[in-house]
């Protein structure tokens, strides 16, 4: 019974953590929308390993990382300043008949690179950790292997259902829409600049 509490909790906890419109998420809609599901999953498998390494360095140093993160706002303006570039390109970009490519980079690395250049996650885990801690839910380093095993079972999980979902709700628009590269572009690039907006905006206030 106590097994199933911490892989419930974990799967729990990640589902409404992923939920938020996020750089994971906009890549899985992305590449489910331009390539097809198969491809997202790779990223979303790649994005559920890198959220089991933000929340167990969330567990392993909680409060070392939050006075990190406060005492180094600078990593906010790096990120925030990464999304406008690739928002900016996303927006401005135009589709070109050309099928050359230079360069593909694995989605397995993009969905583990944008998986673990993401603070707001790695926040939003040393607030959970601390919260569930508070009300008698004791995880941490010293719990048994048995438990710290289960619970990041259900984190993986929770990760892969919730792209998994946005990957199937990004099909059904595909099925209904059709030629929409320009758009999908310009829509996610949107979503970039605002996230990086949300992230100055932290900075600055």
């Not at 790649?46 to 167990?56: K, L």
Request: with cysteine; net charge positive; glycine share 6%.
């Amino acid at each position: 019974m106590e097994f199933l509490i911490y892989f419930t909790v974990g799967v729990l906890v990640t589902f409404v953590g992923a939920i938020p419109l996020g750089t994971v998420n906009i890549s899985v809609i992305n590449t489910t929308l331009k390539a097809d599901a198969r491809n997202a999953m790779k990223i979303a498998f790649a994005a559920g390993i890198a959220e089991i390494i933000i929340s167990f360095y969330a567990l392993h140093c909680s409060v070392v990382v939050s006075s990190f993160i406060d005492m180094n706002q600078w990593i906010q303006v790096m990120i925030a300043i990464i999304l406008f570039l690739i928002g900016g390109i996303l927006f401005f970009k135009k589709q070109k008949a050309s099928r050359e490519k230079k360069f593909k980079m694995s989605k397995y690395i993009t969905g583990l690179f944008l998986g673990l250049l993401n603070p707001p996650v790695l926040v939003y885990w040393l607030f959970m950790i601390t919260y569930l801690n508070k009300n008698d839910f004791h995880l941490n380093m010293n719990s048994s292997l048995a438990i710290l095993f289960v619970f990041f079972s259900g984190v993986y999980l929770g990760k892969l259902l919730t792209l998994y979902g946005y990957s199937r709700f990004s099909i059904l628009i595909k099925n209904k829409v059709q030629n929409i590269a320009t758009v999908i572009n310009r829509v996610i690039g949107v979503l970039l600049l605002v996230i990086g907006c949300v992230q100055l905006l932290k900075f600055l206030f």
